[in-house]
């Protein structure tokens, strides 16, 4: 047998992976999209209706609303912008099902409670076919292991956006998760993505992807918003935005304060 000659895919595993991974390049290809690494960074960037307008499926399991959700909530209003169609699937009652909802976007309620629960597994599963979306978007660790999972078995391309910066653990979880279920995964930060690579990940797979603000829409001038925080004109102010959780590091911010004021700064902390 010729050197160049290739092994024929005879475990029952491989060959279901060759047939998911031609149902996905496939799917891509139908909207112009290269069935190689999926530059979403460019995607997004080429401007409103440059493919085919795509139904996008985004899955969160989170019932509160924090950065995370809110970065969805933008991420919807950008691709609708662009003349992309999304629906959101997200726990009943959810935070984010309700603005949802307020501002027009489809939603279906799934509840996803546990990542062992088939039961949920099987309404995720539902959910996505009824949907039939071009592609799904993960948002969220139950909703990354079960919708990854559910795109899996309908053959649908799968993404998914990991925003913590948490150690990710080597092993069969790791590997099923992003090598198996999904097919990229979009992390916000370099801390995020050396994370991923720690944890096995394979690199082609990872594309940094930062999350954004909208500064347009912080319209009021700087002399308008100090006298409404009332701060002094010649005060520094520092705005900080972040959940008041340990991993977040206000306690170093606080004691940065301290030392400045020590030294004879006085800042308004926001």
């Known amino acids: 047998m010729p050197a160049t000659a290739t092994r024929p895919i005879t475990r029952k595993s491989e060959r279901r992976k060759a047939d998911h991974d031609d149902a996905v390049n496939e799917r ?4 112009g999209l290269c069935s190689a690494p999926l530059r979403l960074r460019e995607f997004f960037r080429r401007g409103p209706m440059t493919h085919p307008p795509m139904t996008i499926a ?23 912008a662009r003349g992309h169609g999304s629906l959101l699937l997200c726990p009943p009652d959810s935070e984010s099902e309700i603005r949802a909802r307020a501002s027009g976007i489809r939603c279906l309620p799934i509840r996803a409670r546990s990542v062992w629960s088939h039961r949920d597994f099987q309404e995720v599963t539902a959910r ?20 990854g999972l559910a795109a899996r078995r309908l053959r649908l391309p799968a993404l998914t956006t990991r925003r913590m910066d948490r150690p ?11 090598e198996r279920s999904v097919d990229r995964v ?4 370099e801390a995020v ?35 409404t925080l009332g701060v ?6 520092l705005l900080v935005a972040a959940a008041l959780v340990k991993r ?11 030392t400045l004021a020590d030294e004879g700064y006085t800042t308004t902390l926001w």
């Open 58 to 80: 985004h899955v969160t399991a989170e019932r509160g609303y924090s950065g995370g959700e809110r970065q969805v909530a933008l991420l919807i209003d950008g691709l609708r």
């Open 232 to 237: 002094e004109d010649d005060r520094p102010c």
């Open 193 to 227: 993505r050396q994370r991923l690579l720690d944890g096995g990940v394979p690199e082609d797979r990872i594309q940094v992807i930062h999350s954004a603000v909208a500064p347009h829409r912080a319209t009021a001038p700087r002399d308008v918003l100090r006298k």
């Open 248 to 258: 977040k590091g206000i306690d170093i911010l606080l004691s940065a304060i301290s």
């Open 186 to 189: 979009a992390a916000v930060s």
């Open 28 to 31: 891509y290809d139908s909207h």
């Open 168 to 178: 990710v653990r080597r092993g069969w979880r790791t590997r099923l998760i992003y």
């Open 128 to 147: 996505l076919r009824q949907a039939s979306p071009d592609v799904v978007h993960l948002h969220s660790g139950r909703a990354t292991w079960l919708g």
